[in-house]
């Protein structure tokens, strides 16, 4: 199993690329959390049972991580982090409770958009691929690329 954690330490860099945060603060997130998960281990004693697993904390907070920056689905997760997709999908959301916890926000699950009645999206401008001829016609000086324009 590809340890990414490891690479991502010794490329930092790379962390803003992929996870959306700097290297820094990603890493004191990720001892928030795994502090916290090591308070509740030590509460309940029964989840300490079972072999140790070769997919390490600091492992499975970067698979959480890596979906809420891109929302791939479990089955692309589990291929990269040679896991099962049921396995995946139990970690992110084992995971995703501790971070909210750290984060603070309580109850993630009573935020909701009732009193939302109508919602409006822009798509006047949509990217489409450069074309041959008329240029001129699509090119869109604002956003400095080509778009295909519904005035």
């Known amino acids: 199993m590809l340890d990414r954690y490891s690479l991502l330490e010794k490329s930092p860099k790379l962390s803003e690329k992929v996870y959306g945060l700097n290297f820094d603060i990603l890493n004191l ?14 509460k309940n004693p029964i989840s300490k049972r079972g ?12 698979l ?18 040679g896991i099962s997709k049921s396995y995946a999908n139990k970690t992110f959301h084992k995971i995703l409770e501790l971070l909210l916890e750290v984060i603070g926000l309580e109850n993630p699950k009573k ?10 999206i822009d798509v006047t401008c949509q990217p489409i691929e450069r074309p041959k001829k008329e240029q ?16």
Do not use: W
Request: proline share 1%; aromatic share 22%; hydrophobic share 35%.
């Open 29 to 42: 997130l990720l001892e928030k959390v795994q502090f916290l998960y090591n308070q509740k281990l030590d």
């Open 51 to 62: 072999l140790e697993a070769d997919f390490t904390f600091p492992n499975q907070f970067l």
């Open 64 to 81: 959480t991580m890596e979906y809420l920056k891109g929302y791939q689905t479990f089955d692309v997760l589990a291929f990269s982090y």
């Open 111 to 120: 935020i909701s958009y009732k009193k939302v009645k109508k919602a409006i």
């Open 136 to 151: 001129k016609d699509y090119y869109n000086s604002h956003k400095k690329s080509t778009f295909q324009k519904y005035n």
